[in-house]
């Protein structure tokens, strides 16, 4: 069902989420041989939801902030990004509100990863990059945290070729090769 939606030419879409928080992390950081650096943590229990679609192939990313995971929220992203005809079909993993029957009442292909494969997905990737560009620091509000991730994500959307070298996998692009064939 899903390879007669797939054809030439569509984009294919990697979508997941990543709860971004104040509990702060912390992160490697260059120093003076001998001299213990002391980094703040914050320890504030206030997050937010960044879900986050990535098309490698075309170097596009596109996001949006949810409160919760719970489908109900999962339902209006999805509705949007299929009003948008921004991809042909959806690949991501298998969390609740993923299966939820309302979220695949919306038409919109999905295709399940295997359980615990987040290494599959390259929004997982570009996760990576934002944890690297925001950990380590600590913020006065949640909101402050998720300005700085936009500011991060707006750079990285007008930057097609930096999109392409984090998620534009060649195993991925064989396989729509493959598909298209």
């Given at each position: 069902?899903?390879?007669?939606?797939?054809r030439?030419?569509q984009?294919?879409?990697?979508?997941?989420?990543?709860?971004?928080?104040l509990?702060?992390?912390?992160?490697?950081?260059?120093?003076?041989?001998?001299?213990?650096i002391?980094q703040?943590?914050?320890?504030r229990?206030?997050?937010?939801?960044?879900?986050?679609?990535?098309?490698?192939?075309?170097?596009?990313?596109?996001?949006?902030?949810?409160?919760?995971?719970?489908?109900?929220?999962?339902?209006?992203?999805?509705?949007d990004?299929?009003?948008?005809?921004?991809?042909?079909a959806?690949?991501?993993?298998?969390?609740?509100?993923?299966?939820?029957?309302?979220?695949?009442?919306?038409?919109?292909?999905?295709?399940a990863?295997?359980?615990?494969?987040?290494?599959?997905?390259?929004a997982?990737?570009?996760?990576?990059?934002?944890?690297r560009?925001?950990?380590?620091?600590?913020?006065?509000?949640?909101?402050?945290?998720?300005?700085?991730?936009?500011?991060?994500?707006?750079?990285?959307?007008?930057?097609?070729?930096?999109?392409?070298?984090?998620?534009?996998?060649?195993?991925?692009?064989?396989?729509?090769?493959?598909?298209a064939?």
């Amino acid at each position: 069902m899903i390879e007669a939606e797939l054809r030439a030419g569509q984009a294919l879409g990697h979508l997941d989420e990543m709860r971004l928080g104040l509990v702060g992390a912390p992160r490697r950081r260059w120093g003076i041989r001998g001299v213990k650096i002391v980094q703040p943590l914050q320890r504030r229990y206030e997050w937010s939801y960044l879900v986050l679609l990535v098309d490698g192939e075309r170097g596009q990313v596109w996001w949006t902030w949810q409160p919760t995971m719970k489908a109900d929220h999962l339902l209006v992203t999805l509705a949007d990004l299929q009003v948008a005809d921004r991809v042909a079909a959806v690949v991501w993993d298998g969390a609740p509100a993923h299966r939820e029957r309302r979220v695949r009442a919306l038409g919109l292909p999905l295709i399940a990863l295997p359980a615990y494969s987040p290494e599959l997905n390259p929004a997982e990737r570009i996760f990576e990059e934002i944890r690297r560009h925001v950990e380590g620091e600590v913020y006065a509000t949640l909101a402050d945290k998720q300005a700085t991730v936009e500011v991060y994500l707006r750079a990285l959307a007008a930057a097609p070729d930096r999109v392409r070298s984090l998620a534009g996998w060649d195993w991925i692009h064989d396989a729509l090769i493959q598909l298209a064939a």
